[in-house]
């Protein structure tokens, strides 16, 4: 079951009659087309969350000269967004450190509920992409503080609650390219300033035991705390003859330990199979970023990015997942 509060408003669609998968796509996607916004050339990779009596989203908006930020959004039902024409404006943390701020690019980002604050974590372009952190109370104040990590890094996703007393964050090392390897790892701070007690999560599998996430993984949505442990979505690479190819695998992670992986599963729960996960700017890519999720009925719904171009839905229950991943784990 899941640990948490209950979101009896959530997007929700009942699975396809004729449907065996884990996880199963929502009838009417793309929710956000590529020109949501006035000068977009693509929303993808986003993330959102509950807000008031509707939800909150920060959406990574390619604009028409391929510049890569994030808009905040507003949507009374999670399938029907209002997102920002313009890019959030984020204030520093502290105004005394010129270097608190700099940013050339924002993109995939999350957001995390921890207390009172939303916190929003993105790639950031300083020097290389890094992990930028930010926060807001309202989302209409937007505040950056100090990036997470060294260059280059990617894919930094927080704990929803405190770990040990410290934030926690699972992250991908990398490198200025387009990392040709990439393990996730565990990190913790007391401030989230200064990081340390990194710990090795997941790596590779290569390409004899599960080519889907043979190339690189990366961590996706806020992990889903349940009584099992952390559920973690994440993304896994295999390189095609066709180039790269994203898709979406589970996992179970330690709940007080969340750098022992407890399960971890080999098939993958969805692949790029539909016109608008294999057409677009970046053919062939399901790549997750966030959920929601009710702890009464234990549902799920999964937003995730489709082709680098729009964003779409899916749904699962926590039951189902855990049970898939227990079941086809290859540990």
Same mark, same amino acid.
């Given at each position: 079951m899941i640990i948490g509060e209950e979101l009896s408003n959530m997007p929700w669609e009942d699975r396809p009659e004729n449907c065996k998968d884990v996880v199963w796509r929502y009838s009417k996607n793309p929710i956000i087309k590529r020109d949501a916004t006035k000068n977009s050339n693509s929303i993808f990779n986003s993330?959102?969350?509950?807000?008031?009596?509707?939800?909150?989203?920060?959406?990574?908006?390619?604009?028409?000269?391929? !510049?890569?930020?994030?808009?905040?959004?507003?949507?009374?039902?999670?399938?029907?967004?209002?997102?920002?024409? !313009? =890019?959030i404006n984020f204030k520093s943390a502290d105004t005394t450190d010129p270097e608190i701020g700099i940013s050339k690019y924002k993109y995939d980002p999350r957001v995390c509920k921890i207390d009172d604050k939303y916190y929003i974590t993105w790639c950031n372009g300083y020097h290389g992409p890094t992990i930028g952190v930010g926060y807001t109370e309202d989302f209409k104040t937007f505040y950056q503080t100090e990036n997470a990590f060294l260059p280059f890094n990617r894919n930094g996703v927080l704990f929803p609650k405190k770990i040990n007393g410290n934030f926690a964050m699972l992250s991908r090392p990398s490198d200025n390219g387009h990392t040709p390897f990439g393990d996730i790892y565990y990190s913790e701070s007391p401030d989230?300033?200064?990081?340390?007690?990194?710990?090795?999560?997941?790596?590779?599998?290569?390409? !004899?035991?599960s080519p889907w996430q043979s190339t690189k993984i990366g961590a996706g949505p806020i992990p889903i705390e349940t009584d099992e442990g952390w559920l973690l979505i994440y993304h896994g690479v295999l390189t095609s003859c066709n180039g790269y190819v994203y898709h979406m695998g589970s996992a179970i992670l330690d709940k007080n330990e969340p750098w022992k992986v407890k399960f971890r599963?080999? =098939?993958?729960?969805?692949?790029? #199979?539909? #016109?608008? !996960?294999?057409?677009?700017?970046?053919?062939?890519?399901?790549? =997750?970023?966030?959920?929601?999720?009710d702890s009464k009925t234990g549902k799920i719904a999964i937003y995730y990015g489709a082709a680098d171009t729009v964003t779409a839905l899916a749904f699962t229950t926590v039951e189902e997942l855990i049970k898939f991943t227990k079941e086809n784990s290859m540990i």
């Open positions: 993330a959102v969350i509950p807000f008031k009596d509707g939800f909150a989203g920060v959406f990574r908006c390619d604009n028409k000269c391929r !510049e890569m930020n994030v808009h905040v959004g507003f949507s009374k039902d999670g399938i029907n967004w209002d997102i920002n024409d !313009e =890019p989230l300033k200064f990081w340390g007690k990194h710990r090795h999560v997941m790596t590779t599998t290569g390409i !004899e035991i599963s080999r =098939p993958y729960i969805l692949s790029p #199979q539909t #016109q608008y !996960e294999c057409v677009g700017d970046v053919p062939n890519v399901v790549f =997750p970023c966030a959920t929601l999720h």
